[in-house]
Structures are given as structure tokens and as C-alpha cells.
């Protein structure tokens, strides 16, 4: 036969026969891709013309538009709370006690009242027989310039988290 006489002849079908191989497997690859990437494509465009895909990113934009601006104006919003939540009283102690040696019960009273800084106010109500006395001393980053009381003193600690609410009861 020619092919076998030939051996130049023969090397080149070879040749030419795992080209022509590769060739077809590479295509048969591509087109599967292709097939896939089709497919995916088919899902995406469905139901949409290519107006409507671009009114839909223009509205998608809008909204994203409208999210940031709405997010500045409630950072801003959290800012302004956080301003305010600083000046308002935050911490409490209360302390519970007898003014002077009552058989009717703990009816006096001694209330702490502290921002964010430690100042704020304590509140005493001394209750009587017949009558109620108030005192209100000012607090300042967590003392005071008028001498507090014992139990005006445990209502402060209290607040300031330096004594357990729940000691000496």
C-alpha cells in the first residue's frame, strides 16, 4: 500500500488525524460551554427585552440612590440620640430605708441619678409621722460638694456600680 511505503506520508495523517482529534474535542467542549453559558443567559433575559433590563438597572440604581441617602440621614439621626442619650440620666441607685426607727416600714427613701458623666442628683425623701421632707443635692463626675447622708451615700454607689443594689437588705 502507498500509506506504508510513504513513512513521510504516514507521520502526516497521524498527524493530521490527533490534530482533527483535539479539534473536535476542543469544539465539543466549547459548545457545551457555550450551551451552559446560553442557558444561563436564556434565564437571566427572560421575560425582559433589553428596554426593560435597562429601565429595570435604572430603577435598581434609584433605589440604591434613595438607600444611601436615607442611611446619611440616620447616622445623622443615631448621631443627634446619641448627644441627647448622654445628657439624660442613665443610671439609677435606690436605696430604701427607716429615718428615724419607724415601726410603719421602710418609708423613706434615698434616689441617685446619673448621666453619662456621673452627674446628676440625689434625692432624699425622709418620711414622718405626720409629713414628708425632700432634700436634692447635685452631683457632679460622680461626688458632691455638700456632705451626702450614709444611706445618700449608698444610693450613689449604687448608681455609680460600686455597691450591689441588693446589700444590706
Do not use: C, W
Not at 443615631?78 to 440620666?89: A, D, V
Not at 442613665?90 to 453619662?116: C, I, P, V
Not at 451626702?148 to 450591689?164: S, T, V
Amino acid at each position: 500500500m502507498i500509506l506504508f511505503d510513504n513513512p513521510v506520508l504516514f507521520i502526516i495523517i497521524i498527524m493530521l488525524t490527533a490534530v482533527t482529534i483535539i479539534a473536535i474535542s476542543f469544539s465539543v467542549v466549547a459548545i457545551a460551554k457555550y450551551s451552559e453559558l446560553n442557558k444561563k443567559y436564556e434565564i437571566f433575559m427572560s421575560g425582559r427585552d433589553a428596554e426593560t433590563l435597562e429601565e429595570y438597572f435604572i430603577d435598581l440604581q434609584k433605589d440604591i440612590d434613595h438607600l444611601v441617602e436615607d442611611n446619611k440621614k440616620n447616622k445623622e439621626s443615631i448621631r443627634k440620640l446619641n448627644r441627647i442619650t448622654k445628657r439624660s440620666f442613665q443610671k439609677m441607685g435606690f436605696y430604701k430605708y427607716d429615718a428615724f426607727e419607724e415601726k410603719t416600714g421602710k418609708r423613706s427613701f434615698a434616689l441617685a441619678l446619673l448621666d453619662f458623666t456621673n452627674t446628676g442628683l440625689v434625692i432624699t425623701s425622709q418620711s414622718l409621722g405626720d409629713g414628708t421632707i425632700i432634700f436634692i443635692k447635685e452631683v457632679d463626675a460622680g461626688t458632691t460638694n455638700t456632705k451626702l447622708g450614709p444611706e445618700e451615700e449608698k444610693a450613689l454607689e449604687i448608681a455609680l456600680g460600686q455597691r450591689d443594689k441588693y446589700e444590706d437588705r
